[in-house]
């Protein structure tokens, strides 16, 4: 089924630990970003990318790295994981910022 | 800060009635978007406004660029709409690019 593809759906990390949340759409769209999403706060932008090659921060990006190496893929990487990045995370697609919206399935990730 | 507030935070409401939640923006915008969230966590793209008016089934969407607002309504509720509804805008003229979120307004109808 067409549409953006997040794994993993859960993870425990220890303090320090770094890892890799994948994002892939198979649908060509050029835009692609991450939000976190945690209690009371709404979901907050990390990072996002308007096509392969090109990258840049949003609202919240300490402590996160991203790449866009292909359309398709748009990977989130945390190089220290600290408790205060236990959260949801969504990626999300579009053809362009400004259009429609398809989100992944997100990723429960729990830092201890 | 550009914010997006949103009312009410929650709603308890009975089958059949007539749902209204309503957006609130500071500044302008490209685009004002409605999603839906379950309680198993995924998140769907309800409606995508710049002007005007959108109907979809029972859910209505509007926006009014002059006062920036929007509604929600949702006509002859149902059980099955219980959910977290979520507006969030594309923010006009630079800064970060993508979603600028309200906090969400949790809909529960009760049979």
């Known amino acids: 089924n067409a549409g953006v593809t997040q794994t993993p759906k859960f993870q425990v990390l220890k303090t320090g630990q770094s890892m890799t949340l994948q994002c892939a759409q198979d649908?060509?769209?050029?835009?692609m970003s991450w939000y976190r999403q945690d209690p009371g706060m709404g979901l907050r932008l990390i990072h996002y990318?308007?096509?392969?090659?090109?990258?840049d921060q949003g609202e919240v990006p300490n402590g996160y790295n991203v790449s866009r190496s292909t359309t398709e893929d748009f990977p989130l990487r945390l190089l220290s994981a600290a408790p205060s990045q236990t959260s949801v995370y969504f990626c999300?697609?579009?053809?362009?910022?400004?259009?429609?919206?398809?989100f992944g399935s997100g990723t429960r990730l729990t830092v201890v | 800060k550009n914010e997006v507030e949103q009312s009410p935070q929650n709603l308890t409401a009975q089958e059949g009635e007539f749902i209204t939640i309503n957006c609130s923006y500071s500044?302008?915008?490209?685009?004002l978007h409605w999603l839906q969230q379950h309680p198993g966590g995924g998140i769907v793209s309800l409606f995508m406004?710049?002007?005007g008016k959108k109907k979809h089934g029972r859910l209505i969407a509007t926006i009014n660029i002059q006062e920036k607002h929007s509604s929600l309504h949702i006509t002859a509720s149902h059980p099955r709409d219980s959910a977290v509804y979520i507006c969030?805008?594309?923010?006009?003229?630079?800064?970060?690019?993508?979603?600028?979120f309200g906090k969400g307004t949790h809909l529960i109808i009760q049979p």
């Open positions: 969030a805008v594309n923010y006009s003229g630079g800064g970060a690019d993508g979603l600028t």
């Open positions: 990318s308007v096509g392969a090659g090109i990258t």
């Open positions: 999300a697609s579009s053809l362009n910022t400004g259009l429609g919206y398809t």
């Open positions: 406004l710049s002007s």
């Open positions: 649908m060509n769209h050029e835009y």
């Open positions: 500044v302008g915008i490209s685009a």
